[in-house]
């Protein structure tokens, strides 16, 4: 595997995480239902599907579906292009109803960095490096 071009979270309510995503964090999507079956976001360089858990569990094992309990050990990330737009999406995000885990702040890295809990409880990290570059699909370039 090359590369990972999708992520497909599974939402427990799927008004509240497309009104999450779509309406407050501004994510572009040409879905225009509420509550869709299933909503896929066209980020730059990436893509994020929102899915009902229960049918995502099912998917994965329709006799033994996993269960979701805790922290996963995996979280999502928004690499952004300044200090200024990682305290943007935190307070975007604080004011869409997400819970501010860390604040955003100079980190041990060398960035500026901070964590939410969306809804649904999943981490994301928001996160600048003065050292970072994007490619013109607007990924991240890890050297």
């Not at 995996?74 to 975007?92: C, F, G, H, P």
């Not at 994007?134 to 890890?142: G, K, P």
């Amino acid at each position: 595997m090359n590369r990972v071009n999708l992520i497909t979270v599974g939402v427990k309510d799927m008004k509240e995480s497309v009104k999450f995503y779509r309406d407050q964090m501004g994510f572009a999507t040409s879905e225009t239902k509420n509550d869709p079956e299933i909503i896929f976001f066209q980020n730059p360089g990436s893509k994020l599907a929102l899915y009902p858990i229960e049918e995502l569990a099912k998917d994965i094992n329709e006799a033994h579906p996993p269960e979701r309990s805790g922290f996963s050990g995996i979280t999502l990330a928004y690499n952004a292009k300044s200090e200024q737009e990682v305290d943007e999406i935190m307070n975007r995000a604080e004011s869409a109803g997400a819970q501010i885990i860390k604040p955003a702040q100079k980190v041990f890295w060398g960035g500026y960095s901070g964590y939410f809990a969306d809804p649904d409880g999943y981490h994301w990290e928001v996160a600048y490096g003065e050292m970072w570059e994007f490619d013109e699909n607007e990924m991240l370039i890890i050297p």
